[in-house]
C-alpha cells in the first residue's frame, strides 16, 4: 500500500540554521511528492512538489529532491527563519489518492 | 490568487448537536475533497467529489456524517449528532481540472471542538 515516514519533531533550530526533514514513502508505480506547510490554526499550503525520480522541487528557498533509489524526499533549506517556525507534511498522490506523513513541527528561536 | 473558501473557521458545539461546514473551491475545480486532521496527525480523507458526484467516500462515518454538493460548486459537510471524537479540523480542498490530478489547494479549515 501506500504510506508516507516522516522523521518525529519538533525539530528546534537557531535563525540561519540548516534545516533538513527527512521523509521516506512507500508506494506502487510512480507517485507524485509534496511538502505542504501548516502554520499555527490555519489550513495547508502547498509548498512544493515533484512529479518524477530525480525531480527538484524548490519555493521560497526550500527545496526536495524525488530519489526513486532510497524511496525518499527530504525537505532542505539552507538558512531558517523564525517565520518558518510550522509544521511540515510530506505526502504523495498515488492512484487517485492524497496520503500525508504524520507532520513534522519546525521551531526556529532567534 | 484564487483560494478555497470555508466556514466557520471556529465551531464550538455540545456532543449530539448538528453541526455544518461550508466549503467554496477555487473557481473551475471539479474536484473537491474533505479531509479531517485530529490534533497531532496528518489530513485523512473523507469524502472526495468529482463535480456534484461522489467518488470516494469509503472512510466517510456515514451514520453520522454526510456530505453533498447539490450543483457542484460549493459543498456542505454535515455531522449529526456529533460526538466527543469528532473534534478536529475538517479541511476542505479542490483541484483541476478533473480527477487524477495530483496538486490540491487546501482552505483555512473548520476547527470544531466537541464539549
Known amino acids: 500500500g501506500n504510506s508516507v515516514t516522516q522523521m518525529e519533531g519538533p525539530v528546534t533550530l537557531s535563525e540561519e540554521a540548516f534545516l533538513t526533514i527527512n521523509c521516506t514513502y512507500t508506494?506502487?508505480?510512480?507517485?507524485?511528492l509534496f511538502w505542504y506547510v501548516q502554520y499555527p490554526g490555519e489550513g495547508l499550503q502547498l509548498l512544493l512538489k515533484a512529479t518524477k525520480a530525480d525531480d527538484k522541487g524548490s519555493n521560497k528557498g526550500f527545496e526536495a529532491t524525488y530519489r526513486k533509489e532510497t524511496t525518499s524526499f527530504h525537505l532542505e533549506k539552507g538558512s531558517v527563519q523564525v517565520s518558518d517556525s510550522a509544521v511540515y507534511f510530506c505526502?504523495?498522490?498515488?492512484?487517485?489518492?492524497?496520503?500525508f506523513g504524520t507532520g513534522t513541527r519546525l521551531q526556529v528561536f532567534p | 490568487e484564487a483560494e478555497v473558501a470555508q466556514s466557520p473557521r471556529y465551531k464550538i458545539t455540545e456532543k449530539s448537536q448538528a453541526v455544518a461546514f461550508w466549503c467554496d473551491p477555487i473557481?473551475?475545480?471539479?474536484?473537491l475533497y474533505w479531509y479531517r486532521q485530529i490534533l497531532g496527525q496528518g489530513p485523512e480523507l473523507l469524502v472526495q467529489?468529482?463535480?456534484?458526484?461522489?467518488?470516494?467516500d469509503s472512510q466517510l462515518p456515514k451514520d453520522r456524517f454526510s456530505a453533498e454538493r447539490l450543483k457542484g460548486v460549493d459543498s456542505t459537510l454535515k455531522i449529526q449528532p456529533a460526538e466527543l471524537g469528532d473534534s478536529a479540523m475538517y479541511l476542505c480542498?479542490?483541484?483541476?481540472?478533473?480527477?487524477?490530478?495530483?496538486?490540491?489547494?487546501f482552505g483555512p479549515g473548520t476547527r470544531l471542538t466537541v464539549l
Open positions: 480542498a479542490s483541484s483541476y481540472p478533473a480527477r487524477g490530478t495530483d496538486t490540491q489547494y
Open positions: 505526502a504523495l498522490y498515488n492512484t487517485d489518492k492524497l496520503i
Open positions: 473557481s473551475g475545480h471539479a474536484t
Open positions: 508506494a506502487t508505480g510512480y507517485p507524485s
Open positions: 467529489f468529482q463535480d456534484e458526484s461522489v467518488v470516494d
